[in-house]
């Protein structure tokens, strides 16, 4: 089992940046990619990006790619995302979530085994 805790979330005002963090306990957390997934209300989840166990792999979704940097810290278990140059689209709440590391890296929800409770992110305009 994989406990997954979000942080970071807040207001800020369209060309400003945050950066989430997401906590992982349970078992070892460099066995895992984690990836960060958004939803809006009424929405499905979206993938935003993701991050190979090693760090050595990542990819984003296009609307991101540019502004947002995924990461992570295997030391303190710690994967982050940081997000700049904020629109009023990156709006909704973020999710971590995890799984066990494969071959490559996975951008449907279906796939990732573990998630966080979300963070809420408000992009005013």
């Known amino acids: 089992q994989v406990q997954l805790v979000e942080s970071g979330g807040g207001l800020v005002q369209a060309g400003g940046s945050l950066r989430l963090s997401c906590a992982a306990s349970?078992?070892?957390?460099?066995?895992?990619?984690m990836a960060w997934f958004r939803q809006a209300p009424g929405k499905e989840r979206v993938f935003v990006a993701a991050?190979?166990?090693?760090?050595?792999?990542?990819f984003y979704v296009d609307f991101v790619k540019g502004r947002f940097t995924i990461s992570r810290d295997n030391a303190k278990n710690t994967v982050y995302l940081q997000m700049n140059s904020l629109k009023p689209e990156d709006t909704p709440v973020y999710y971590c979530?995890?799984?066990?590391?494969?071959?490559?890296?996975?951008?449907?929800?279906?796939?990732?085994?573990?998630w966080g409770q979300g963070t809420q992110v408000t992009v005013s305009s």
């Open positions: 979530a995890s799984r066990l590391t494969g071959s490559s890296l996975y951008v449907a929800a279906r796939d990732y085994e573990y």
């Open positions: 991050i190979s166990r090693s760090g050595g792999r990542v």
């Open positions: 349970g078992r070892t957390f460099s066995s895992y990619d």
